[in-house]
């Protein structure tokens, strides 16, 4: 069993670092492994051109500046210190956030936090059942008591892609600051002049083949000054997060920026998406009733496919899949607590409907022959699992 291929349909959870990013790391482990804040020699000067260098692709990747580019650990470091440093530094008067009903968790617990701790009124703005923002109740939530608005690109665990030119034209009348997690959304879409519309943008670099551990936060130049800290020290990037910068992971995500904005990434979204549609297809030609999650069509993540197997339990088939096939239910919290996804919940999917999900997503590394093989598995799975609810006593 050992020796089984395990078959990688979790794109949305990680994906495998690309073997150009590797190499492009290789040195930075070795020859250039000076301390990027280093200013008093040779070493120290080299590793902060390298981290300069990163800054500018990550920039140009969402059409920014490096210098308003910070690195942080990852997008969850990045959506807090865009929630809390805002909040922290608010204008009198403006003590309200928004919030849409399918944000990550880690930015549904610091707009919780703020809440709870800080005293600011927190709103959830609702979804229709494609995943998209209710457009007619967030225009009446708007006005100048609001400080912030945060909707994700595209969401984790059903791939709605939301109107972001839309949402971002709402708030400008009313001055609202619109931060958008866009961990999920290099790999999905173009991005390229999201920063013409987000005041602050959350990126991850092992959503996007870059390693884990690093993420960024472009912060609009002019906003600077209007971000409380989360981490204190000696300074580093501009006061806003202090710490050594962690150069080799920043050459790492720059390298794999760079692919994810080349010239064959929108060729690689339509491949994964024909993929994804195939292994849909090949599930929905099989004996068993299953629907899917979510919007159908270009406003989908290219590589995501949540699935409801309806009479069945998401953790069952999983179990059954072990060890072939990787997929997750997308319902679990991050202490590995079990509980109904709030996503699916807010497009309306009923308990039992959330519990019989499951989320596949495919990427650059999946083959045709990947797609065939988890479909196959997966029909085996649903098989072997209405046998055994069959062939129980009674």
């Known amino acids: 069993m050992d020796n089984q291929k395990t078959i990688y349909a979790d794109y949305q959870a990680t994906t495998p670092v690309d073997p150009q990013v590797l190499a492009k790391m290789a040195p930075c482990w070795s020859e250039l492994f000076g301390n990027p804040h280093s200013s008093d020699h040779v070493v120290g000067w080299r590793a902060n051109t390298a981290v300069q260098r990163a800054a500018s692709s990550v920039a140009a990747l969402i059409g920014a500046d490096a210098d308003e580019v910070i690195f942080t650990s990852g997008a969850t470091e990045a959506n807090n210190l865009a929630l809390f440093g805002l909040a922290r530094r608010a204008p009198v008067g403006r003590r309200r956030i928004l919030v849409s009903a399918i944000e990550h968790k880690c930015v549904l617990g610091a707009a919780r936090a703020l809440s709870e701790r ?13 995943g998209g923002v ?3 109740v967030l225009e009446e939530r708007l006005d100048e008591s609001v400080l912030l608005l945060s909707v994700m690109a595209v969401n984790n665990e059903v791939g709605t892609i939301q109107d972001i030119p839309r949402i971002a034209k709402l708030l400008t009348p009313h001055g609202i600051l619109f931060h958008c997690d866009a961990a999920q959304a290099p790999c999905a879409m173009d991005v390229s002049d999201l920063a013409t519309h987000a005041d602050l943008i959350s990126l991850s670099g092992h959503k996007m083949y870059g390693p884990q551990g690093i993420g960024a936060l472009y912060l609009r130049r002019d906003l600077k000054e209007s971000l409380e800290p989360l981490i204190y020290g000696g300074g580093q990037q501009e006061g806003l997060r202090s710490g050594t910068v962690p150069m080799p992971l920043c050459v790492g995500m720059a390298a794999a920026v760079e692919i994810v904005a080349g010239d064959e990434a929108e060729e690689e979204r339509k491949r ?8 849909v297809r090949l599930l929905q030609d ?4 299953i629907n899917i999650n979510g919007i159908v069509g270009e406003r989908r993540h290219p590589g995501n496919a949540s699935i409801c197997f309806n009479g069945f339990q998401a953790e069952d088939i999983l179990g059954v899949l072990q060890p072939r096939l990787a997929a997750s239910t997308g319902a679990a919290c991050a202490s590995g607590i079990p509980e109904p996804s709030h996503v699916l919940r807010a497009l309306g999917l009923t308990t039992a409907k959330s519990d019989a999900s499951i989320r596949f997503s495919f990427g650059r590394f999946t083959s045709c022959e990947d797609i065939e093989s988890a479909a196959s598995l997966v029909r085996e799975a649903l098989a072997i699992l209405s046998l055994e609810t069959t062939s129980r006593p009674r």
């Open 286 to 289: 099989g004996e068993f009733s």
């Open 134 to 136: 209710d457009f007619d």
């Open 118 to 130: 800080e005293g600011f009124t927190v709103e959830v703005i609702p979804v229709d059942g494609d």
């Open 272 to 279: 994964v998406a024909r993929q994804r549609d195939t292994f």
